[in-house]
């Protein structure tokens, strides 16, 4: 019993990675008649915790019904109404974690039947773990998505990007602005055609050290794509997708790293084939220096026993684009005059020089690494791209035993004590989520943090096996599948109610 909980918890942490690295069936979350109730729409493990946000004072109990017999499988008495700021709701919490026999179940609220029925399986997010993946696939730059591959999302390739013009802010003696450059591949960027060094490579990080901790699973899940039933992981292979163009993005001159490949305005509601004008690289920038070099030396770590001779150019890469930061330690991004596309400016830069350092040494053992990590130690936080550092405590704690001595407990230590700020979130949340303590928590790209979140508890979990640490992590996963306040799960397509017309090229221009 032990080795299949075990097994479950694993599933849910896959799951956890797989969802947060891009953001993007069962039971749903909506409205009847009177009773509104809030729960994750695609439905449980057996053993996971389990709630309901039923958004009613007056109600009192929450039952749920064996859909086969008609029995009443299990009752829940609502705790007492709790507001919840953010949307500024009373509400009451069903808890019905106890339920643990797989099945269809629909619900009751104070004998009032609901339109709403929760899945209780094993297998419950085996669907939604490769599609998370599948995600990077259909956002690939530069590629034919075959109807073998993508279905109905089928298209024609845009955006090759084998001649790239040099912008004026990145010209240098070696390449004039103007100059011609190829750098394909890589994934476009959450609504538009561009191509950011600097938030690539947190989504690609995330799908490394899913690799990292799970790796067999990794190795024996498909999810067609062109590159499947070759001797490499599905998810090997799409996370290189990306790496390809980093790679490109570096100056083989000096090291620097060009912050973005984008035309100078955001292309309209097209499809990429129809998207045209010129690309540009533009800037070479501290932060995109550093975020390059984590990236690559994760992946020199994770290719080496896969393609040693990709590994190590890899590692020649991340060493080469650290000294450039070095020598260069405040270069923030600053848009030029003529561009208008994404900037992802960020001036605050000791995050990612400690994350990168962390993920150089652990790759080389370098001694220098140390000391610019104990330099550059930044307190542990909830990554988002513009926020690093916790990817360096991830990293740092998971690999713990190549530390020395004296740092060997002090990242896990970290680690865990941001943990228990989120676990006390929790305890203090009306719809008994960590995320949406504060209005920092409710920005663009908020889903991402909710699960960052969730990362930063599944690392807690696996260093402790603390239950409370992963029963926390999967409360942001409920709220991302539609436990919260809009009613909606926010993974496109999983879910009875899911976003439509949301902002993304492709999909408000494919038909």
Known sequence: MNRILARCHQIQARTIFAV????LGGCAGGQSGSIDVRLN??????DAVKHAVVVSSAARALELIDAASGEVAYRAELKPPAVWPPSNESVRMADFSALREPGLYRLRVDGEALSITVDIRPAIYAELNIAALKAFYFNRAGATLEQAYAGRWAR???????????HASAASAERRAGARLSAPRGWYDAGDFNKYVVNSGISTYALLLAYEHFPDYYRSVGTNIPESGNAVPDILDEIRWNLDWLLAMQDPNDGGVYHKLTTLNFAGATMPRDAGGQRYVVQKTTAAALNFAAVMAVAARVWGEVEPEFANRCRVAA???????????D???RQPADVHTGEYADDELEDEFFWAAAELYLLSGDQRYIDL????AQPMTTPVWSDVAGLGYFSLATHRERLPA????????????????????????AYGIPFGAGPEDFHWGGNGTALSQSMVLIQAFMHTGSREYLDAATANLDYVLGRNATGYSFVTGYGQRTPMHIHHRVSYSDG
């Open 20 to 23: 947060m690295g891009l953001l």
């Open 41 to 46: 729409q695609l439905g449980f493990f057996p």
């Open 156 to 166: 024609e390739a845009g955006h090759p990007d084998i001649d790239v013009m040099m």
């Open 319 to 329: 060493a080469a684009a650290y000294d450039w930061a070095l020598s260069h330690p």
């Open 331 to 333: 270069e923030p991004y």
């Open 373 to 376: 990590i104990e330099r550059m």
């Open 406 to 429: 004296g740092l060997a407990g002090r990242f896990e230590m970290e680690l865990r004590q941001h943990a228990d700020e989120l676990v006390e979130r929790r305890r203090h949340s």
